[in-house]
């Protein structure tokens, strides 16, 4: 069956340093990659978006790598700052008309 | 513009009753999808809805049912509750289906008791 895996439940880093998430995904071939921002109480919000076809997307201070070969998303925030600890979300979609699929969520911390 | 509304935003039901969540997407937004988000399992997807058709189905029991309305509009339907349902319930609106950004509402709390 489908799986995604977001790499670890917690990620503890210092403000400054640069967070990197990992998502990796098994029997399955999306054609877009997702990522989102969920703060405690509230809905997902919209970060970045990458399509099969793309290495590398930039937004600010975020970075999304996208390799369908290793079937993983490398999600990173440079110059991290604590508004940034929220919990990360990778989602996946596979061609027009398929659901998207969430993972369980990568929670970031950032310390000052 | 108005973003997604979701209501209740908090609900307490009893073992075996039944409750329908609403959902008002985003202005022109023509699909909706359901997730149910608990600690353990996360972000789960129920159904999706576009132009009032139930296009994607998730693997939930068919006690969790949905619809959507002429103007986007989405219900959700739960009927005997069970404990294992206290969930928070989020939509999500879209402009269309597939490669595009989904805009979340706050989410309904539902607590089965």
């Known amino acids: 069956s489908q799986k995604i895996e977001q790499n670890s439940e917690a990620l503890n880093i210092q403000e400054g340093k640069t967070a990197t998430l990992t998502c990796n995904y098994t029997?399955?071939?999306?054609?877009?990659l997702q990522w989102y921002r969920q703060d405690p109480g509230r809905g997902p919000v919209f970060l970045l978006l990458i399509r099969e076809n793309e290495k590398e997307k930039r937004k600010e201070r975020l970075k999304v790598t996208f390799d369908t070969t290793l079937k993983q998303s490398l999600f990173h925030i440079t110059a991290s700052q604590p508004a940034d600890s929220a919990t990360y979300l990778c989602?996946?979609?596979?061609?027009?008309?398929?659901?998207?699929?969430f993972g369980k969520g990568t929670t970031l911390s950032v310390s000052s | 513009k108005a973003g997604v509304t979701q209501t209740p935003r908090y609900l307490i039901k009893t073992r075996g009753q039944q409750v329908t969540l609403s959902c008002s997407p985003i202005s022109g937004h023509r699909s909706v999808s359901w997730y149910q988000q608990t600690p353990g399992q996360g972000l789960q997807f129920l159904f999706e809805y576009f132009s009032e058709t139930q296009r994607n189905k998730g693997n939930f029991p068919g006690r969790f049912s949905g619809r959507q309305f002429s103007n986007s509009r989405s219900e959700m339907n739960v009927s005997t509750l069970e404990l294992g349902d206290s969930a928070l319930y989020l939509c999500a609106s879209s402009l269309r289906q597939g490669s595009t950004e989904a805009f979340f509402g706050q989410g309904t709390r539902l607590t089965v008791v």
């Open positions: 989602a996946l979609e596979g061609q027009a008309g398929t659901a998207l699929i």
């Open positions: 029997n399955y071939s999306p054609a877009y």
